[in-house]
Nanobody
Framework: QVQLLESGGGLVQAGGSLRLSCAASERTFRTYGMGWFRQAPQKEREFVAAWSGLSIYYADSVKGRFTISGDNAKNTVTLQMNSLKPEDTAVYYC??????????WGQGTQVIVSS
């Protein structure tokens, strides 16, 4: 069973920063690409960023503000979020998958950006 353990999140003022982390097993980290998604109230879940060791992808809405990185020694993927905006408020989910198919999901962590 693949487990993804998220940490970080919380409440921050607009313009501030937060850091999310997602820990996985070594096997998971070596087998799958890792990504972050988010879901705001009454909206569909949307892609934020993905990391596979060789490639990195970002949603247009977060380019230049968010940075995704992976730590092979710790089997952890991190999402550094800077210049946060109220519209970034959402539950953020870590995901693991291959070929664009996201198969496993974390429990989610809340991010609230106040104006």
């Amino acid at each position: 069973q693949v487990q993804l353990l998220e940490s970080g999140g919380g409440l921050v003022q607009a313009g501030g920063s937060l850091r999310l982390s997602c820990a996985a097993s070594e096997r998971t980290f070596r087998t799958y690409g890792m990504g972050w998604f988010r879901q705001a109230p009454q909206k569909e879940r949307e892609f934020v960023a993905a990391w596979s060791g060789l490639s990195i992808y970002y949603a247009d809405s977060v380019k230049g503000r968010f940075t995704i990185s992976g730590d092979n020694a710790k089997n952890t993927v991190t999402l550094q979020m800077n210049s946060l905006k109220p519209e970034d408020t959402a539950v953020y989910y870590c995901a693991a998958g291959t070929g664009g198919a996201w198969k496993y999901w974390g429990q989610g962590t809340q991010v609230i950006v106040s104006s």
